[in-house]
């Protein structure tokens, strides 16, 4: 046995010293270079393009005329600075539901343009949604389809939203930014694309006042907001007052309103409020509004529930409150005689399966999405006949 061992012991030993030989003679392996790293997506290469500013024939999603304005982009009239909040004032001057118009038959479709501010995005916003341009066009049954994008990287955007595309004169339409404020905006063809300007419509608007959702949180590019999923359902024009944290209900901003020859108006302002503010002003919001346009539907729209709101009772407490305010609310103005009023509930504007929003509160695009749904039969029964 220990004969056996020893034996063994030998063999193992001279393994061993043929393999140290074997490495010994053998180079190292260099280690793997490391991977190049992917090419950045290159910018199209300016061609030579005719510039078109968009303000020498105008932009639909503003409701008072250039002279009576600050900032030729801005949503509210000079006028309004001092009187409404300051807050208020501030968010009025972001693009939100502002868009464009225009036919051409270019293979591709550049922008210049500067934004107001230099922060791009916030926490809950792409880039692209709160700074960005986002391009429609009718396909050939005339419905509203996406086409692509700008993707701003600073205040100052000049680079091509789409090209490759088919031959062919369309409509198009341009959403402006979400949460930035426009400064100056163009569009670029080529030099020989045959390029229309088509005015801001003279419809009756739908006119929105309401929080950071009516203002476009969370969508990912402007034209994802249920409002401006609406205009294209409707095909009219939109005015979007939304006031991120700042939509209550305030006279001060009811004075604006009804200066707006609407062809309905939505109020949504109470996932900015709670249950003793909507007692508070909702029946004389109406009444003011009623009293200046006593035609025009009027659309009162409940709160959207917190996605999350199933594990937090205090949130589920705070809706069913705000709520049961605002009906009524609607019960007493029904009561008094004010005709041409409109309800939406707000359980289902998200959807049930918690999948609606980006934090619970604001609503993701499948969330805008649902909230065009429920809106739209309500909506389109306030504009029979407008």
């Keep these: 046995m220990i004969l056996f061992r020893s034996l063994r012991l030998t063999l193992w030993s001279a393994s ?12 190292a392996t260099p280690p793997a270079a490391a991977p190049a790293p992917a090419a950045a997506t290159k910018q199209a290469a300016e061609p ?20 009576e304005r600050k900032r030729w982009f801005d949503r509210l009239p000079a006028v309004a600075d001092g009187k409404v909040t300051t807050a208020v004032w501030n968010l009025s001057r972001d693009s939100a ?7 051409t038959d270019a293979a591709a479709i550049w922008t210049d343009y500067t934004l107001f501010k230099e922060k791009l995005n916030g926490a809950n916003m792409t880039p692209i949604g709160a700074s960005g341009l986002d391009l429609y066009a009718r396909d050939g049954e005339g419905k509203w389809r996406w086409v692509g994008v700008a993707r701003p990287e600073k205040k100052v955007v000049k680079q091509e939203i789409i090209g490759g595309l088919a031959p062919g004169l369309r409509e198009y339409a341009v959403y402006l930014p979400l949460y930035n404020g426009i400064d100056k905006l163009s569009i670029g063809v080529a030099p020989e694309a045959k390029f229309e300007a088509l005015a801001p419509r003279s419809d009756k608007p739908i006119v929105f006042y309401g929080t950071s959702i009516t ?8 034209g994802m907001v249920h409002t401006a999923i609406l205009g294209r359902r409707f095909d009219r024009s939109v005015v979007n007052l939304g006031f991120s944290g ?5 006279a001060a901003v009811g004075e604006l ?8 108006y939505v109020i949504d302002c109470l996932p900015n409020m709670n249950a003793a503010a909507v007692r508070e002003k909702c029946i004389p919001l109406v009444q003011q509004i009623r009293a200046a346009r006593p035609d025009t539907p009027i659309v009162l729209v409940e709160d959207r529930r ?13 809706h069913n409150d705000n709520q049961a305010a605002l009906r009524e609310c609607f019960a007493t103005l029904q009561k008094d005689g004010v005709k041409g009023l409109f309800y939406i509930k707000g359980a289902d504007l998200l959807g049930a399966d918690g999948e609606g929003a980006t934090d619970g509160s604001h609503p993701n695009d499948l969330g ?10 309500v909506i389109r029964a306030a504009l029979k006949g407008r």
């Design 16 to 27: 061993l010293a043929a393999t140290t030989a074997i490495f010994a003679q053998t180079p």
């Design 97 to 103: 539901g502002m868009l464009v118009r225009f036919k």
């Design 215 to 222: 203002h476009g949180a969370s969508a990912s590019r402007p």
């Design 306 to 318: 917190y996605t999350n709101e199933w594990v937090r009772p205090k949130q589920q407490q705070h």
């Design 257 to 264: 309103l009804v200066k707006i020859d609407a062809a309905v």
């Design 368 to 377: 805008f999405v649902r909230q065009a749904d429920v809106m739209e039969p």
């Design 246 to 250: 700042n939509g209550r209900m305030d």
């Design 48 to 67: 030579p393009l005719t510039w078109h500013d968009v303000t020498t024939w105008g932009v639909e999603g503003r409701a008072w005329p250039e002279m």
